[in-house]
């Protein structure tokens, strides 16, 4: 009997922790997942103040223009540079912005030729 019992303990705690891996899998990809679209840097529009890991201020940079993703569609699109990758983008360079529906512009990246 004690071996049946700790067989239904492992399956049950191996049960749990797929499904924990599922639902968190699943809030990832809601709350970060979306579409890609792909911007050419034309000039930054402003600044706004950020804060590195290590409680040092720096400047943060927003830019905003006219995106388009892979089936052509073009959208207007706002974003800021978060501590993470806080350096300005040079003119002529190309990103990649995640836009999720619900919660917008979600990431970036900086897209090498």
């Known amino acids: 009997m004690n071996t049946k019992s700790n067989h239904l303990i492992e399956w049950l705690l191996t049960l749990l922790l797929i499904v924990s891996i599922l639902i968190n899998v ?3 990809i809601f709350r970060y997942g979306g579409h890609y679209y792909y911007m050419k840097i034309s000039s930054s529009t402003g600044t706004s103040p950020i804060t590195l ?5 720096a400047t943060g940079y927003q830019y905003q ?3 388009t993703n892979s089936k052509g569609e073009k959208k207007y699109l706002h974003f800021n540079t978060v501590a993470a990758d806080p350096a300005p983008f040079k003119r002529g360079q190309i990103v990649r912005i995640t836009f999720n529906q ?3 512009v979600t990431n970036y990246k900086l897209v090498h030729r």
Not at 53 to 57: A, Q, Y
């Open 65 to 67: 223009g006219l995106a």
């Open 26 to 28: 699943g809030w990832f």
């Open 53 to 57: 890991p290590v409680n040092v201020p």
């Open 102 to 104: 619900r919660y917008g």
